[in-house]
């Protein structure tokens, strides 16, 4: 292959954010949609010009001109239609989370050794020169002695119907905005944690409107992070340690707004230099090493695993009142 040809599982609100950075990569192109109803792809297709439109999922996965199925059906059809895709010879970009279980998990690890493709969940931040920024910045020691991080993602969601308040489709706002700073928090931690708290605000449908989380970690780092679907618009990390502060704006939907200022011991601060590119640029990129070039994914089933136990934990904390340990 020397141009990967992507399609997509699903007419996804998410789909408008993946869409130009296919169509910006030399590497990649956009060929082909999938929904339910031929009416309704053909209906997509023309309103994004793509030029294949197919009237059922099953229909993306036996089409041989696909190499790539981006995923971003419903969380709890992500595993299912990963390991179908993985099946069908596809190389799968899968939205957020990636699974609703380890078990899933471990399903589609399986398949990807079976079938000799890969799979890799959709994190954008992940990819983006921002967070490579803060990793390099922690990893150097720039920090000192990393103790406490703090994060949340919350927005208001005001639709009615939307799948995010269904228990049944992998609702609530953990789920769905909370695991960026879970993610977050574990991958600049270098690790799970080892004990977990949380405490969750239910909406009439029994999904979490506002969840609060802590995690402590093996070297008794702890972190402090909330998700909700009923405040303002907030997308923030702070990394604390004996050497300083880091502050992280705009971490997880990164725009022109998105900026880390770290704050010395001694109260100087010092801006973190980072190329500004396009949010879901590096997310295809990475997908074409994978695909063109062997490469392995950035965003690993073993980090996937990880997010997801971390989620799992929150939520078994909640339900029963008590701290979990991992």
Known sequence: MGLLRWGLLSTARINRSLIPAIRGSARSDLTTVASRTLDRARDYAREWKIPVPL??????????DIDVVYNSLPNHLHAEWTVRALEAGKYVLCEKPLALSVDDVDRIEEACRRTARVAAEAFMYRHHPLTHAVEAFVRAGRLGRVTLFRGAFTFELTRAGDVRLDPAMGGGSLWDVGCYPVSYANLIA??????????????GQAVDMEFAAMLRYGNDSVAQLGSGFAGPFRTEMEIVGTGGTLRVCRP??????????FTS??????????????????????????????????????????????????????????????
């Not at 080892?194 to 239910?202: L, N, P």
């Open 55 to 64: 009237g059922s999922y099953e229909a993306l996965l036996a089409d041989p």
């Open 190 to 203: 270098a690790s799970a944690p080892v004990e977990v708290v949380g405490w969750q605000r239910m909406s």
């Open 252 to 261: 997880f939907k990164t725009d022109e707004r998105s900026r880390a200022e």
């Open 265 to 326: 011991a001694a109260d100087e601060t010092e801006q973190l230099a980072f190329a500004h590119e396009m949010a879901y640029s590096g997310e295809v990129a990475d997908m074409e090493r994978v695909a063109l070039d062997g490469a392995l994914p950035r965003v690993t089933l073993a980090e996937s695993r990880r997010t997801i136990r971390t989620i799992l934990a929150l939520y078994a904390s909640a339900r029963a009142g008590r701290s979990v340990t991992l």
